[in-house]
Nanobody, 123 residues
Framework: QVQLVATGGGSVQAGGSLRLSCAAS????????MGWFRQAPGKEREGVAG????????YYADSVKGRFTISRDNAKNTAYLQMNSLRPEDTGTYYC????????????????WGQGTQVTVSS
């Protein structure tokens, strides 16, 4: 079993930045991808970014491409999401997730969600 703990959320004004962290523990060796998802109140959860643990192509939702950057530090079993130029529509609960199969741009393949961390962007 893989445990994921997301931290770093907060409240910022439009145009500001936040950096989210995801600490993974447990059977982390089985992870093929690390990813970030978000969910706004009353809306469906959506994939935001994904990265292969072994290196390779990174994937982003069109709405965040050019503003968000996903990265990882395998030695620390930690993934990050750097969020710049934040907009009010970025508001939501952000979840870290992991996938045990390849295909990091296929959002349905991710599992092991944590509690999530709240991001609020005000205008």
């Amino acid at each position: 079993q893989v445990q994921l703990v997301a931290t770093g959320g907060g409240s910022v004004q439009a145009g500001g930045s936040l950096r989210l962290s995801c600490a993974a523990s447990g059977y982390t060796g089985s992870n093929k991808c690390m990813g970030w998802f978000r969910q706004a109140p009353g809306k469906e959860r959506e994939g935001v970014a994904g990265i292969p643990t072994g290196g390779g192509t990174r994937y982003y939702a069109d709405s965040v491409k050019g503003r968000f950057t996903i990265s990882r530090d395998n030695a620390k079993n930690t993934a990050y999401l750097q969020m710049n130029s934040l907009r009010p529509e970025d508001t939501g609960t952000y979840y870290c997730a992991a996938s045990q199969v390849p295909g990091c741009g296929a959002w349905s393949r991710y599992t092991s969600w944590g509690q999530g961390t709240q991001v609020t962007v005000s205008s």
